[in-house]
């Protein structure tokens, strides 16, 4: 199928940008990699009537580390999240994620702040940010505020965002000494959303758990935070009895449904058994292992 017409406009700043949001509200979406909004135009799923392409607006591509935070801008592509020595060495839970969101064709496109703004809850992404605490800038042409991760997912498909807001960055919390990640999917076959996918992220101080994060996709409406567990961890020795405990707690935080993937039990099963293999691998890695 072909998508209803729409109008193109290929904004050159964000202030142009925001400005055109402003005036188009309900009617104007934000194009990035287009990887999810162009076939659900083509399939007519969403048929806005004006498209305001950030593609063409310099400096959104970028990722770094700056007062005391990882920046992600709207341009900022899952390929070169792939590819990122930093996140490789210091972002493990990012690191994992990023070659396992769809196929290469797709990551070379889309963006992680694209993605988020999409909020598939069965979208990878949502429950990196989640698992780091990661905080997330909304700006329009009258200011902007920042919105918790855990604030941020509302539903399926559904965020905080207006629709005279723009994504503007992701800012996670800069890795110290001692952090660990893991993302552990399941999925059919390469190239393919989760059944189920685990995100962990642990902040180890003096041979405790100072902070943990946890994420789960696909297990529910939206991507959602294992917060019992979280607290379950914090100040404990992670021994056996700690990550079976905060594995069962991520389990019965899971609101899955039963489809052709699986069961209502085989995926809280599996959220289970991933919580617990993420936590072993994110507390090898913040101890310097692989
Ligand atoms: C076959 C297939 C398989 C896929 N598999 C996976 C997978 O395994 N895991 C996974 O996580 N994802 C998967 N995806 C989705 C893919 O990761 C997309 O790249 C991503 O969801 C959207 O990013 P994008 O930059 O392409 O956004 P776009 O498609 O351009 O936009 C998506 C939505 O976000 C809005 N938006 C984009 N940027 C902003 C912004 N800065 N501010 C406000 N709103 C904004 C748009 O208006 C639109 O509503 C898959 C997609 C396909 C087609």
Redesign the pocket.
Known sequence: MLPAPFEYHAPKTVDEALELLDQLGDEG???????????LLKLRF?SPGHLVD?NKIKDLDYLEERDGALRIG?LFR?KSAERSSLLASRYHVMADAAP????PI?RN???I???V??A?P????GAVLLALDADLVLRSSSGSRTVKARDFFNGPFSTA?EPN????EIRIPASRSQTGGAYLKL?RKV????TVAVAVHLQMADGQVGSAGIGLTAVGPQNLKAERAEAALKGRVLDDAAIKEAAGLAAEAAEPKADHRGSVEYKRNVVRVFTERGLRRAYERARGGG
Do not use: C, N, Y
Request: a negative charge; charged letters at 20%.
């Open positions: 979406k934000v194009l990035a990699g287009g990887q999810s909004l162009i076939p969403a950030i709207p899952h396992q969101i769809a196929d797709i496109r889309g963006t702040v694209g993605s703004a999409h598939d069965s979208g990878d992404w965002l807001e723009m994504l503007s999925e190239g393919d959303f989760a």
